[in-house]
């Protein structure tokens, strides 16, 4: 009778570690997949790389933590860039002495083409439109920026603590003073 229920322990142990594992690769198959885009978020919100990278496996970890607690969580996906948006505010929070980091300085000092001409247009334009998207407010931005990243309204609106109604008016508001811009 002991040996049945030595059986059955070890069978339950086995079945625990196949769900450790299984969560394991469900959060690395969702960190392989979101990423890139949670730490570009993360730079939007003005942080500098190395803190964005070191945010984003933080953000992942917590994910991990909170399904391995048995939590249920409805949309990982508005989960994670919940997550990420206040560790993000949290981390800029506390370098309020450093300037916020510019996510498009790369992409300006990458770019040159064999064209003068068209280069500066092309420039011109994009200072244009990075203007523009300064000119924003901060809800209208981080809303564009999440629905660039693939996020549906709720998602959003999970995201950033607003109806998906609202996510629904900074975008349309957004997109008007955008296309001004680029007319």
Known sequence: MSSYSLGEELAGLVGQRRAVVTLQDEVAQLFEEARDDVYRYLLTLGLYPQEAQEATQEVFLRLYATLRKGELIRSQRA?????????????????????????????????????????????????????????????????????????????????????????????????????????
């Open 79 to 183: 989960w994670i860039f919940r997550v990420a948006h206040n560790l993000g505010l949290k981390i800029r929070a506390q370098k309020k002495d450093d300037e916020p980091f510019d996510a498009n300085l790369e992409a300006r000092l990458a770019g040159s083409t064999a064209d003068p001409e068209r280069s500066l247009l092309e420039r011109e334009r994009a200072l244009r439109f990075h203007a523009a998207i300064e000119a924003l407010s901060e809800q209208q931005r981080r809303c564009l920026y999440l629905r660039l990243e693939g996020l549906r309204y709720p998602e959003i609106g999970s995201a950033l603590g607003i109806s998906a109604s609202a996510v629904g008016e900074f975008l349309r508001r957004a997109i008007v003073r955008l296309k001004k811009v680029s007319l």
